[in-house]
């Protein structure tokens, strides 16, 4: 009995550090996107950008919806900022806006 209680809580305490780390990735990417929309924006943005971005497309559960939200964000940040950078993780988001959409 203790082990079957001791299973589970291990198992809630890890989807619990999951969703708690897929929140933090989330504040980072809105103070990106408020800076951004400020016109606030810092040398070392687009590597934040791509970073958070980056991890949570790594994730399998629980970021669709922040994806679709920060991507367009950092869409518009790359084409104001850095009109002539290519990045994977704009493909990478166009995919999945358009599968959506589909």
Known sequence: M???IIIVSVILVLFAIYFMNIGLIR????????RH?????QS???EE???YLGKLFWKPVGTKKA???YG???EDYLTSNYPNYDSS???KYKKLKHKEES
């Open 2 to 4: 203790w082990t079957f």
């Open 27 to 34: 504040v980072q990417l809105e103070e990106l996107a408020h």
């Open 37 to 41: 929309q400020k016109g606030d924006s």
């Open 44 to 46: 070392g943005d687009l």
């Open 49 to 51: 950008w791509e970073y």
């Open 67 to 69: 994806i679709l939200t």
């Open 72 to 74: 367009a964000h950092y």
């Open 89 to 91: 993780l704009v493909s």
